[in-house]
């Protein structure tokens, strides 16, 4: 006996349906995706994550009713995971504990030529300078945490102050930083 194919004329709507709506929201997505993403890889890796989630999801008895909505939503769901799991890194956890070999790579080379080694060495004035004008407990918080990778439950164990105490003074030591560097930083930027 000859087995006859038979299909299924609601699946048939159902993958014609989804196809549609890929060929429509692609694109509108991709760009909504890019904008928020600098990384286009990572905007391409986050497209088909919510593009599988979509046939994940038509898959279920019960129908999406806004699909675009639902897609911008997944998107955004989906960018904020990708953002939590890079958390910025420490210096110290750069290039290993002793910090100084992270500050280095961070920092123009100073065998690239002239230019470069004014750079670097406008830089690390500028850095030093920050540093300096930072109170000495911040000063010291930023400095263990950053440069020498101490964790700040050791640091509060060692000096007898408690973790949220240390935390905020790094936290006032950024912020300086970041005001205090931003003008160098832009000048390089451009």
């Not at 020498?148 to 006032?172: C, P, Q, V, W």
């Amino acid at each position: 006996m000859k087995a006859e194919l038979s299909i299924d004329p609601m699946a048939a709507a159902r993958e014609h349906s989804l196809t549609e709506i890929v060929a429509r929201e692609r694109q509108r997505l991709l760009r909504f995706i890019r904008r928020r993403v600098a990384d286009s890889g990572d905007a391409d890796d986050i497209l088909q994550d919510v593009l599988e989630e979509l046939v994940e999801a038509y898959r279920l008895p019960t129908p999406i009713e806004q699909v675009g909505a639902w897609l911008f939503q997944v998107a955004r769901n989906r960018i904020i995971d990708r953002f939590r799991k890079r958390r910025p890194q420490p210096l110290s956890e750069l290039a290993g504990a002793d910090g100084a070999a992270a500050l280095d790579d961070l920092l123009p080379a100073t065998d690239t030529g002239p230019e470069a080694a004014y750079a670097r060495r406008v830089l690390v004035d500028e850095l030093e300078a920050a540093l300096e004008e930072l109170p000495a407990p911040q000063r010291a918080a930023f400095l263990a945490h950053e440069l020498e990778g101490r964790s700040f439950k050791d640091m509060a164990a060692e000096s007898g102050l408690s973790i949220n105490t240390l935390l905020a003074r790094k936290h006032y030591a950024v912020r300086h930083l970041r005001q205090r560097l931003q003008g160098i930083y832009d000048e390089f930027a451009d």
